[in-house]
């Protein structure tokens, strides 16, 4: 069974930068998708981002494009995430999660295992 754990969450201030890993454990990793998804406080999670481990093929969703990157490390199973101009709507417990696909669209219902969160706090 694959396994995940986020880490490098924390206090960012507003402006800043949000640089966050995915250690991705179990599985075949190559067989898989890293996604990215969001979960602010009394909001419903959204996907941000995603990268084929097999390809390297990547995807944004409109709130994160052209201000991140999704980056993969295969030697080490190591997928990240890098946000810049960091806003207090940028607040939320952020996930990892393995799928079969990075479709153009982050959908939770396309990954099936999912990691511990890091909460992210963007403050003013």
């Known amino acids: 069974e694959v396994q995940l754990q986020a880490s490098g969450g924390g206090l960012v201030q507003a402006g800043g930068v949000l640089k966050l890993s995915c250690e991705v454990s179990?599985?075949?990793?190559?067989?898989?998708?890293i996604g990215w998804f969001r979960q602010a406080p009394g909001k419903e999670r959204e996907g941000i981002s995603c990268i084929s481990d097999s390809d390297g093929s990547t995807a944004y969703e409109n709130i994160v494009r052209g201000r991140s990157t999704i980056s993969i490390d295969n030697a080490n199973h190591m997928v990240y995430f890098e946000m810049d101009s960091l806003e207090p709507d940028d607040t939320a417990v952020y996930h990892c999660a393995a799928g079969r696909h990075c479709w153009e669209e982050v959908r939770a219902d396309d990954y099936d295992y999912w990691g511990q969160g890091t909460l992210v706090t963007v403050s003013s």
């Open positions: 179990g599985g075949t990793f190559d067989d898989y998708a």
